[in-house]
């Protein structure tokens, strides 16, 4: 057996060091660099695969297969691609085996299926699928830690689907570090997905988070998949959010919602029922938005409160948006709205625990937040959505059109948009208003 030797590996770059130092050489990262054992081979030269030319291909290149969920197809680009690698991750409990065993379930019916597990026995695995009422006699289940075992029965049984489920607890018989580690992660992601780019057959693999919410193990692993997706869920609610932060194969950025029921995961058709919790906001503090989730649109209610403050030091609390941006719109509303909350409390909320990154959410929150302080509600039935600038300027907001007509149909009768937003011919039962800066949008709102 070739000598073993010792290095440290970079969580963060997949960087190697031959001794420990606090920060990493290549991309600066403090405490990142992790020991690690590498066996000593000799390099084998092999053959590689002959080019082919675009002509050669085969023709069905765009097709995908239907998983059974129309969420969890809208997250992956519209159905699952051929010798794609999708690595999930999610915090423990979160319901990534589950639901993985679902859409296995559905995709057995038509395909060769392989589920792969190290975390589970198969009593366990098989008392999942009889609570969950899964009917799958196509379905192949396996118990095992060995990568190279587990990719050459999925070659034997000609796999066009397989589940690893997960990748920490695999390991590789050409590395005698333990499971888990640095190299043992970047040495099985790679033949995972270099047998799925060979066999064409598509990988879900699982993967362990850390207490900061990111895959476990080095950065390159991310890069080297095709597609990251991450679970979303809120402790105190029953609805998990599976977004996609990287696909080769569609739109980054991608939402799907999910209802935990007794019978798994459902998908939720209309997720603006859920963000938004009643028809119509009749308090002060309240006002709905429309806001883009990678390519659907979803309405959600802006709550604000604003109280008197009991300290020298005011809070300043932001839950569902950039708490920085908050406090932009504070200056912006004191400098160009006449209006000075610096002794207030002030608490911004998005209902229903869904995370806004995008800058078009900025008008309802400051209109919320004076609707708070005067203790006047806005107009019933009134939506509105823009950014605002330092200047005390509204500026546009891409899809400004889609935002207005998903806002009709759920029977909204008022919109406050940019002035850049306005469409030629707006929706039918719906009046669209433009404004140019923020005492305007104030004058228009109440």
Same mark, same amino acid.
């Given at each position: 057996?070739p000598?073993?030797?010792?290095a440290y590996v ?12 606090g920060?990493c050489?290549?991309c ?6 992790a ?5 000593a081979?000799r390099?084998v030269?092999e053959t ?5 030319? %675009? ?5 069905d *290149?765009a &097709?995908?297969? #239907?998983t059974?969920? =129309?969420?969890?197809?809208r997250? $992956? ?10 690595l999930l991750?999610g ?8 639901? %993985?065993q679902?859409v296995s379930a559905? *995709?057995? &019916?038509?395909? #060769?299926v392989?589920? =792969?597990?190290?975390?589970?026995? $198969?009593?366990?695995?098989g008392?999942?699928s009889?609570?969950?009422g899964?009917a799958s006699?196509n379905?192949?289940i396996?118990a ?8 050459d029965c999925a ?10 489920d997960s990748i ?8 005698p ?18 047998f799925a780019?060979?066999?064409e057959t598509?990988?879900f693999?699982?993967g ?8 476990a193990g ?6 080297m ?5 991450y679970?979303?869920?809120?402790p105190?609610?029953?609805?998990t ?13 991608e939402?799907?919602?999910f ?5 798994g ?20 503090g309240?006002i709905?938005s429309?806001?883009w989730?990678?390519s659907?649109?979803?309405?959600v ?9 009991n ?7 932001a839950t569902g ?9 504070l200056?912006?509303?004191?400098r ?13 909320n998005?209902v229903?625990?869904?995370r806004i990154?995008?800058t078009?959410v ?7 937040i ?12 009134l ?17 400004g059109e889609?935002r ?6 759920q ?10 937003n306005?469409?030629?011919?707006a929706?039918?039962?719906?009046r669209?208003?433009?404004v ?5 949008a ?5």
């Amino acid at each position: 057996m070739p000598k073993a030797k010792t290095a440290y590996v970079c969580t963060e770059c997949g960087a190697h060091s031959v001794k420990w130092a606090g920060q990493c050489p290549d991309c600066s990262a403090w405490n990142t660099l992790a020991q690690t054992r590498i066996a000593a081979s000799r390099p084998v030269r092999e053959t590689g695969n002959a080019p082919s030319s %675009l002509e050669s291909l085969p023709d069905d *290149l765009a &097709a995908r297969h #239907a998983t059974g969920f =129309a969420e969890f197809d809208r997250v $992956l680009g519209g159905g699952l691609v051929p010798g794609a690698v999708i690595l999930l991750g999610g915090d423990p409990g979160v319901g990534k085996s589950t639901l %993985l065993q679902q859409v296995s379930a559905s *995709l057995s &019916a038509g395909l #060769a299926v392989l589920y =792969a597990t190290g975390e589970e026995s $198969l009593r366990q695995i098989g008392q999942r699928s009889q609570r969950l009422g899964l009917a799958s006699p196509n379905l192949q289940i396996l118990a095992e830690t060995s990568l190279e075992h587990i990719l050459d029965c999925a070659s034997k049984c000609d796999a066009k689907v397989l589940v690893i489920d997960s990748i920490q607890t695999m390991t590789s018989t050409e590395l005698p570090s333990a499971p888990g580690s640095v190299a043992q992660l970047r040495q099985c992601v790679g033949g995972v997905v270099q047998f799925a780019k060979q066999n064409e057959t598509s990988v879900f693999v699982i993967g362990h988070v850390t207490k900061e919410g990111a895959i476990a193990g080095p950065r390159v692993v991310e890069h080297m998949v095709d597609t990251v997706l991450y679970f979303e869920s809120d402790p105190a609610s029953r609805f998990t959010l599976i977004r996609s932060v990287k696909n080769r194969f569609g739109a980054s950025g991608e939402m799907g919602v999910f209802a935990m029921t007794e019978s798994g995961f459902r998908q939720v058709s209309n997720p603006s029922a859920i963000f938004l919790s009643r028809e119509t906001v009749t308090e002060p503090g309240s006002i709905v938005s429309v806001a883009w989730e990678g390519s659907r649109s979803l309405l959600v209610e802006i709550q604000a409160l604003v109280a008197d403050g009991n300290s020298s030091y005011p809070k300043r609390q932001a839950t569902g948006l950039d708490q920085n941006r908050m406090a932009l719109l504070l200056a912006v509303l004191q400098r160009h709205g006449d209006l000075a909350l610096g002794a207030e409390d002030v608490f911004v909320n998005v209902v229903g625990g869904l995370r806004i990154n995008e800058t078009a959410v900025d008008l309802p929150a400051l209109l919320a937040i004076v609707s708070s302080f005067r203790n006047k509600a806005c107009s019933e039935r009134l939506v509105c959505f823009g950014e605002i600038g330092l200047a005390g300027e509204i500026r546009p907001v891409r899809f400004g059109e889609e935002r207005i007509a998903a806002a009709a149909k759920q029977g909204f009768t008022q919109a406050l948009v940019p002035h850049a937003n306005v469409p030629k011919k707006a929706p039918q039962g719906i009046r669209v208003t433009g404004v140019k800066r923020v005492s305007d949008a104030l004058d228009a709102a109440f």
